[in-house]
């Protein structure tokens, strides 16, 4: 009897350990499941991740003023963000691109998808980016249409200075740009601190009837200030030996300005801040331009002659505009400009024009709420916050 206990406790034994084996098999497969998907878990995080430093990297690209000339064209643009990613990604297990770019009118739309080696792990993150408004996209000095001829300034009290990372001197076409630089000797390029650059202009001066419509609403309010406020509205009158005499406000009382007609400075100081549209031709001869704000100039002609011991400065930004309407369709310069900085730097005048956020910001201001050419016209430093930096918006994440 005592025998037969013996033979069923070594079975029962034998039992719980087959028991225990298949738990601690079972647990040890678990386990290895589990380290599994932590594993992949890890890939999917990290392919995330890749995904929206591809997303920072395109907006940081979209961004930079630099490659403003590159906006609506999705190759060059795809193609030089994705360059980034080969140059910032070597050696990385994780990796990133963007697969898609699609530009409509101010938006664009990013995909951007993260990958790791050697796994099947692959994650995209799609956003739509928002230009932001304000201040035109303005350089210090801004031509806006054909260009017939550039004549640099021979001397080195000449210069050119934008501001915020932009250009000295935007304008609106590749074409532009080569005329221009070609135009520049090597040793005077450094006269224009930031560069020759073709842009994109925001509104109003990106398109021709916008640009108009800008230019109607400052005709507008000038009318309005000559005779319900007289002593806000600029003038520039014709007097003796046809010499201009100008009365364009200080930096104290700034005025609004608007003259219809060629514009010389030959005999009297040009002195003032506001803002100042002449619809015709600018001639700068050898006397002094001193001009805080806006200055918009319409005709096909910029001359700046002489030197001699005149001091020349404009703090915010001068545009050189022609907006024309043929039949419905509005284009800008149909009459080509020519340019001629015929300055020889005799004596210790100085001619500067120097780009100024806060200089435009109080141009702006002297535009009433309500007139067309304060809508259309936004600053970002503005108290009314109309202008906006660029976003990211419609952010989604999913599996590709």
């Not at 594993?39 to 961004?63: C, H, P, R, Y």
């Not at 906006?71 to 980034?84: C, H, K, Q, T």
């Not at 202009?201 to 398109?207: M, N, T």
Request: hydrophobic share 40%; charged share 15%; net charge negative.
């Amino acid at each position: 009897m005592q025998a037969k206990q013996k033979g069923a406790v070594l079975a029962i034994g034998l039992i719980f350990l087959l028991i225990i084996t298949i738990i601690g098999v079972a647990g040890s497969g678990h386990s290895l499941l589990g380290e599994r998907m932590a594993g992949n878990n890890k890939q999917i995080s990290e392919a995330f991740m890749a995904a929206e430093t591809g997303l920072v990297n395109a907006v940081t690209w979209l961004d930079n003023p630099d490659n403003e000339a590159s906006w609506g064209e999705v190759d060059v643009s795809r193609s030089a963000i994705n360059a980034i990613a080969v140059s910032a990604q070597s050696g990385s297990a994780a990796r990133w691109q963007i697969d898609s770019l699609d530009f409509d009118d101010d938006e664009a739309t990013i995909v951007s998808c993260g990958a790791i080696n050697g796994s099947a792990v692959r994650r995209c993150i799609s956003s739509t980016y928002i230009k932001g408004s304000g201040g035109g996209n303005l350089a210090a000095m801004n031509i806006i249409g054909n260009i017939t001829d550039f004549k640099e300034a021979n001397s080195a009290n000449f210069t050119v200075t934008g501001g915020d990372g932009g250009p000295a001197l935007a304008t609106n076409s590749a074409a532009n740009v080569t005329l221009i630089t070609n135009k520049i000797p090597v040793n005077r390029m450094q006269n224009y601190v930031g560069g020759i650059k073709e842009v994109k202009f925001d509104d109003p001066f990106g398109d021709p009837e916008k640009m108009n419509q800008f230019i109607e609403g400052i005709k507008a309010q000038y009318d309005y200030l000559l005779i319900n406020d007289p002593s806000k509205a600029g003038s520039i009158r014709i007097g003796n030996g046809n010499k201009m005499t100008f009365d364009l406000g200080t930096k104290a009382s700034p005025k609004i300005t608007y003259y219809e007609g060629d514009v010389t400075t030959s005999g009297n100081a040009a002195i003032g801040a506001g803002i100042l549209v002449i619809v015709g031709n600018l001639t700068i001869s050898g006397n002094i331009l001193d001009f805080d704000g806006l200055i918009v100039v319409t005709g096909q002609s910029f001359t700046l002659n002489g030197g001699g011991s005149n001091n020349n400065n404009v703090i915010g930004a001068i545009v050189f505009a022609n907006p024309v309407k043929t039949g419905d369709s509005w284009s800008f310069g149909e009459a080509n400009a020519t340019f001629d900085f015929t300055f020889n730097g005799g004596g210790n005048g100085k001619t500067a024009f120097t780009y100024d956020k806060q200089a435009l910001s109080n141009a702006w201001a002297l535009l009433s709420d309500g007139n067309a050419a304060k809508t259309l016209w936004q600053v970002d430093s503005s108290s009314s916050g109309a202008a906006s930096k660029s976003k990211v918006t419609n952010w989604s994440a999913y599996t590709n």
